[in-house]
Structure formats: C-alpha cells, structure tokens
C-alpha cells in the first residue's frame, strides 16, 4: 500500500476508496505498520516543535517555550495513547457492529478506526505553531469519513450508519479526552490555570 495515495483517496475520493479498502487482505500488525504508527505521529512530533521551538504566546508574559525534555515527554505519552486508543475504538466499533444491524470483523472495524482518523491526524500539523491549534478542527472531516466507513465495512444499514456514527463518536471523544488529559499532564505553562485536554501545551 502507498501511504501517500491512500491519504489522498481517502481524503479526496473516500466513497469509492472504501470500497478498497473492505476487500483488502490485511492484519492488525500490517496496518499499524504501514498506516497507524506514521499517521499517528504527525501532532506528536509537531508539538515538540511547536511547543519547545516555537513556543507559545502569553498575553503580557511573551513566547513561553516548555524544555525539550517535557514536551518530547508529552509527545511520547500522547503518542503511545493514541495507538492504543485506535485499538480501543476498534474493539468499540466491532461490538457495536451488530447493535446496528452489521457484521462484526475486528480487522474490518480497525480499518475503519484507523482510516476515518486520517484527516484528524493529519491536522496535528498544526500544532508546529501553537497560536494556530484552532485549525486542528479541520480534523473533523474524519467525523464524516467515519460516517462512510461504517455501514461500507461493517456492512450496517444506511439508515441506521448515522447513530451508528454517533455512538462511536461519543465514544472516541471519550477516548481521546482522557488521553488528551493524561498527556497534558506532563505540561505546565505559567500564569494559565485551564486545562485543555487535547489541545497541547495549555493548561
């Protein structure tokens, strides 16, 4: 698989994309390999940078820059988080499959876990310049990846995909708070005393 043409069809043509993607022949290891660990990555990697480099604005303090030490800390945390909760949303994905009228396949709901995440990884690139992690939400085109992946690969009902799709939503923004809380909380930057989960370097 070409990782380059693969984003750029799911992302571009995710309908017909899919559709590959249900009849391809693959295994949990195969697609953390070629797809999870390099997509994951992304917003870890750009948060050293953001956070350590570039630093982050503070009204009336400047450009607050964590040691390199800490923001590597939080990266690594939120990374290894971030590959087991698309395992999780998987196995929530495939339990659901048949609440929802669809056929359980653990590699399928993976597919489908990994996949629909594309554009929400993807937008971590924004964290390279902290005052611009707003633009992360563009991520939220996975919601609708998510949408056209379910009832393709778990083979649920059209007219039940849309619940479908918000039950595992609320169950991934589930997931990805806690690991978003947990990974924050390797960060402190001063005169701040909210804490965003999910949104680096701010607490």
Same mark, same amino acid.
């Given at each position: 698989?070409?990782?380059?043409?693969?984003?750029? !069809?799911?992302?571009? &043509?995710?309908?017909?994309?899919? &559709?590959?993607?249900?009849?391809?022949?693959?295994?949990?290891?195969?697609?953390?390999?070629?797809? %999870?660990?390099?997509?994951?990555a992304?917003?870890?990697?750009?948060? %050293?940078?953001?956070?350590?480099?570039?630093?982050?604005?503070?009204?009336?303090?400047?450009?607050?820059?964590?040691?390199?030490?800490?923001?590597?800390?939080?990266?690594?945390?939120?990374?290894?988080?971030?590959?087991?909760?698309?395992?999780?949303?998987?196995?929530?994905?495939? *339990?659901?499959?048949?609440?929802?009228s669809?056929?359980?396949?653990?590699? &399928?709901?993976?597919?489908?876990?990994?996949?629909?995440s594309t554009?929400?990884?993807?937008?971590?690139?924004?964290?390279?310049?902290?005052?611009?992690?707003?633009?992360?939400?563009?991520?939220?085109?996975?919601?609708?990846?998510?949408?056209?992946?379910?009832?393709?690969?778990?083979?649920?009902?059209q007219? !039940?995909?849309?619940?479908?799709?918000?039950?595992?939503?609320?169950?991934?923004?589930?997931?990805?708070?806690?690991?978003?809380? %947990?990974?924050? *909380?390797? %960060?402190s930057?001063?005169g701040?005393?909210?804490?965003?989960?999910?949104?680096?370097?701010?607490?």
């Amino acid at each position: 698989m070409n990782i380059a043409e693969r984003v750029k !069809k799911i992302l571009l &043509q995710p309908k017909s994309e899919w &559709q590959i993607i249900a009849a391809e022949k693959t295994t949990v290891a195969e697609l953390y390999r070629s797809y %999870i660990v390099l997509l994951a990555a992304i917003g870890p990697i750009a948060s %050293i940078i953001g956070m350590s480099i570039v630093g982050v604005s503070m009204p009336f303090v400047g450009t607050y820059r964590v040691t390199l030490s800490t923001s590597i800390s939080h990266a690594v945390v939120n990374y290894a988080l971030t590959l087991v909760g698309v395992y999780v949303l998987s196995l929530i994905i495939n *339990a659901l499959a048949s609440t929802f009228s669809g056929e359980k396949d653990s590699i &399928q709901a993976l597919k489908v876990a990994a996949y629909s995440s594309t554009a929400a990884w993807l937008a971590g690139i924004f964290a390279l310049i902290p005052m611009l992690s707003l633009l992360g939400l563009v991520g939220l085109y996975s919601l609708y990846l998510l949408y056209l992946g379910l009832p393709a690969l778990m083979k649920a009902p059209q007219e !039940k995909a849309v619940i479908y799709t918000v039950v595992v939503v609320i169950s991934a923004i589930v997931i990805f708070f806690i690991v978003g809380a %947990i990974s924050n *909380a390797f %960060i402190s930057i001063p005169g701040s005393s909210m804490h965003m989960p999910g949104v680096p370097g701010i607490r």
